[in-house]
């Protein structure tokens, strides 16, 4: 059997290798934050794990907790240099919800005026019964789930 062929690295792969150029925001051990090139809004950040993984499922709970420990910092740092007091962040997953780059990340949007992120959100209803199985199929793929 052949080898599978490597798929070509991520833009955000190779600005990580330092290939690319990025306006860096901050930087850690496990953690780059940059500009986004296409900002929503002045001040949109993009913040990305070291570790290679397309998808925010695949990452372990290292990186996820490294991102986890700057986010606040880089929102109030956002916040104080914006003059935003409004944000959002995004975190996207397959092209079906909006991924175009396929090296995990948040966006860090800030909310100014009319700019920054627009959501389309359509509620839908949650009966009892609905929710009593979601609820059991979810805790049993948790309890399953060793990593
Ligand atoms: P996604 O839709 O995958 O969640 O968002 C990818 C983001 O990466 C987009 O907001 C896009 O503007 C940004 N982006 C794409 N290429 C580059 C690049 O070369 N440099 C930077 N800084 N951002 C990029």
Redesign the pocket.
């Known amino acids: 059997m052949s080898d599978p062929k490597p798929s070509p690295p991520t ?1 955000f792969a190779r ?1 990580l290798a330092g290939e ?1 150029p ?2 860096k925001i901050y930087e850690d051990e496990n953690v780059l934050a ?5 900002p929503l809004s002045p001040g949109h950040l ?1 913040i990305i794990p070291k570790e290679q993984k397309a998808y925010l499922h695949e990452l372990s709970a290292g990186s996820a907790a490294a991102i986890g420990r700057v986010l606040p910092r880089l929102a109030r740092a956002t916040m104080a240099a914006t003059g935003a007091t409004a944000y959002n962040l ?1 975190q ?1 997953n397959g092209a079906a919800a ?4 396929f090296h995990v ?1 948040f ?1 860090l949007i800030p909310k100014i005026g009319d700019r920054g992120l627009g959501i389309g959100w359509v509620p839908g209803k949650l009966p009892e019964a609905d929710a009593h199985h979601m609820v059991a199929r979810i805790q049993d793929a948790l309890d399953s789930d060793l990593s």
Not at 98 to 101: C, D, E, K, T
């Open positions: 833009i600005i690319l990025c306006h940059f500009l986004d090139i296409f993009l995004l996207n909006h991924q175009a780059v990340h966006h």
